[in-house]
């Protein structure tokens, strides 16, 4: 629900929603690469323009908006951000109060031994770790569930040297991704996928096969 996102934020970042709304948080997994972006990007070749990811999301919403003919459906995906230069929704805080991933932050830490260093919290799903994306958020404004019952989600790091030692590698070595397997994982990106997201966004066009004209 709407109202349990605005509950544990400042107005600043509040959606323009009731509080009984219904919202889905919409997260990739790592199959994604193969069974949605390389098809797309195949399929859709020269019409490429911006981001092949984004551009692939984009598609797959517009298409789930289509299922419900009858109904408003409301996208906000995880890069738009509002003329303030604020994002449109905080996707992390978004996927722990729909009980999709549990957001890692520094509070979550009883002997914080950072001193006045800035720490970024980090969602982290019960069966992917960190090898999964927040991609946007659907929502319904004209269904009210006023009895939709919150799903706490997994805590999956459950020690104190564990969190630790996720916001440690997340902040200062965020580039290996070790953080991402601070749990084990039912599944992980591909060496090919991880190659693209290690590749400057500008590089990644050629990784797709995508030509010069393209872009």
């Known amino acids: 629900k709407v109202g349990w ?4 934020l400042q107005p600043a970042f509040h959606l323009p929603y009731p509080d009984d709304t219904l919202a889905f948080v919409v997260l990739s997994t790592p199959s994604m690469f193969d069974k949605a972006l390389k098809p ?46 604020k994002p449109k929704f905080l996707a992390q805080t978004a996927a722990h109060v729909a009980g999709a991933a549990y957001y890692y932050q520094r509070k979550d830490v009883k002997l914080d031994p950072w001193g006045k260093k800035k720490i970024y919290g980090v969602c982290i799903h019960p069966k992917y770790g960190g090898w999964f994306a927040i991609r946007g958020l659907l ?62 966004p500008v590089e990644r066009f050629k990784l797709l096969g995508l030509t010069q004209e393209t872009q």
Do not use: M
């Open 139 to 200: 929502l319904f404004p004209d269904i009210q569930v006023p009895f939709l019952e919150q799903s706490a989600p997994v805590d999956c790091v459950s020690t104190e040297e564990k969190r630790i030692e996720l916001l440690e590698q997340f902040n200062f070595h965020w580039q290996d991704g070790r953080y991402r397997d601070i749990i084990e994982v039912k599944e992980r990106y591909s060496e090919e996928q991880k190659a693209y997201f290690a590749t400057p």
């Open 5 to 8: 996102y605005n509950a544990i």
């Open 40 to 85: 797309f990007v195949n399929k859709e070749r020269l019409k490429i323009i911006r981001d092949p990811v984004d551009q692939c999301v984009s598609h797959h919403l517009s298409r789930v908006k289509e299922k419900f003919p009858d109904q408003k459906v409301d996208v906000i995906f995880d890069y738009e951000i509002l003329p303030s230069r």
